[in-house]
């Protein structure tokens, strides 16, 4: 079975479409959501509906907790914490509901899904190095833990490899792999990015997608959020 591996949509619906449209388009046939649906993009309900309707497995992130939850919101930017406090504004009870009881991690067979890291997920920790890697290994049963937070796509393995090109899953080694942000990517290419990992041939491939970034960098404009959040979009930081 070949799976799409989404995350960190963060209210941009724009990005979002165009990677379903990808997907059906490639006949791909389940889509896992990492989290963070929500923060930052001006689309929050039209995104959470889209997840809700095409999306098999989804766990929480931390926007989406920090909207639901009432979580301290004392280490998010400025920046963030508007974004999140519009977003409680905005969301409907239905979709409000949907996000609070999301689950924190779910595993699969030889799989982990996960938004932040496999150990203590609640704590929203990073893994972007080789030693929160090595941390993280001992965490998580199966082969791979898929991860997003970070916005940074690529893939630590126990056997001391790093890539962030496409993958061959080796038997007796251990991955944890980031899969991009599809509504925000931070490593310097604004084109949103998601995965898709073929179960069969233990292969994993990064899909990198352009998609109408103005028009999603103008809405959070016209919403009145800041309007950093809208220029990132076009430089991918």
């Known amino acids: 079975m070949r799976k799409a ?4 949509i963060h209210g941009n619906l724009e990005a979002l479409t165009t990677a379903l ?20 993009g001006a689309n929050p ?67 982990t899904f996960v938004h932040s890291t496999p150990k203590k997920p609640e704590r929203w920790n990073y893994i972007i190095t080789e030693y929160d890697a090595t941390l ?7 082969q791979a833990c898929l991860v997003g937070h970070s916005h940074l796509p690529g893939c630590y393995g126990d056997d001391e490899t790093y890539t962030f090109k496409d993958l061959k899953l080796q ?27 073929d179960e069969e041939k233990k292969d994993f491939s990064w899909i990198r997608l352009n998609y109408a970034k103005e028009k999603a960098g103008q809405k959070i404009i016209e919403n009145g959020l800041p309007s950093y959040l809208a220029d990132r979009l076009l430089v991918g930081k």
């Open 5 to 8: 591996i989404i995350s960190d």
């Open 21 to 40: 449209e990808f997907t059906k388009a490639e006949g791909i046939e389940q889509i896992i959501c990492l989290g963070d649906i929500v923060g930052y």
């Open 45 to 111: 309900n039209e995104c959470v509906d889209l997840v809700r309707e095409h999306c098999t497995v989804v766990v929480k992130g931390n926007h989406d907790s920090a909207t639901t939850d009432g979580e301290d919101l004392y280490y998010f930017n400025p920046y963030a914490k508007k974004a999140v406090l519009w977003t409680k504004e905005q969301l409907s009870q239905r979709n409000y509901e949907y996000l609070y009881y999301l689950p924190l991690k779910v595993e699969i067979g030889d799989y």
């Open 136 to 142: 993280s290994f001992a965490n998580f049963q199966g």
């Open 171 to 197: 038997n007796g080694v251990k991955y944890i792999i980031n899969v991009g942000s599809i509504g925000q990517p931070r490593d310097g290419d604004s084109r949103l990015c998601f995965g898709i990992l």
